[in-house]
């Protein structure tokens, strides 16, 4: 499969399934995630796995979330890009975003593209 344009997500209605709930550890660097984090089916992003996406605006664990790209967190040190998704209609500042995930972002050098 080639691999997916995070760019053609901008604006765009996705589905994506939780494998990282709210409150769940990461499997081998212990640190806990504050938000749900999931990927979206049947995309391939560069680090040959799917298309990652943070879930903001939602205060409970869920196993699938349905919301609009947002956007985009571009590593300039690592070719894993992740998708912001939100409920429809959800406003949130760039300093917002990075403020929500930089729990696990902080490791990375990124640009937000909106």
Do not use: C, W
Not at 26 to 50: A, Q, V
Not at 60 to 86: C, M, Q, S, W
Not at 90 to 111: C, G, K, P, V, W
């Amino acid at each position: 499969m080639e691999k997916t344009n995070a760019k053609d997500f901008l604006g765009k209605e996705v589905v994506v399934k939780i494998d990282r709930p709210l409150g769940s550890k990461h499997p081998s660097h212990g640190f806990l995630y504050l938000l749900n984090y999931g990927y979206i089916p049947n995309t391939i992003s560069g680090d040959g796995e799917e298309l990652d996406a943070y879930v903001i605006g939602v205060f409970e664990p869920v196993e699938e979330f349905k919301g609009y790209v947002i956007a985009i967190i571009h590593r300039t040190n690592d070719d894993d890009d992740k998708l912001v998704v939100a409920p429809e209609n959800s406003d949130y500042s760039n300093d917002a975003i990075r403020a929500l995930t930089e729990f696990q972002e902080r490791y990375f050098d990124s640009i937000l593209i909106r």
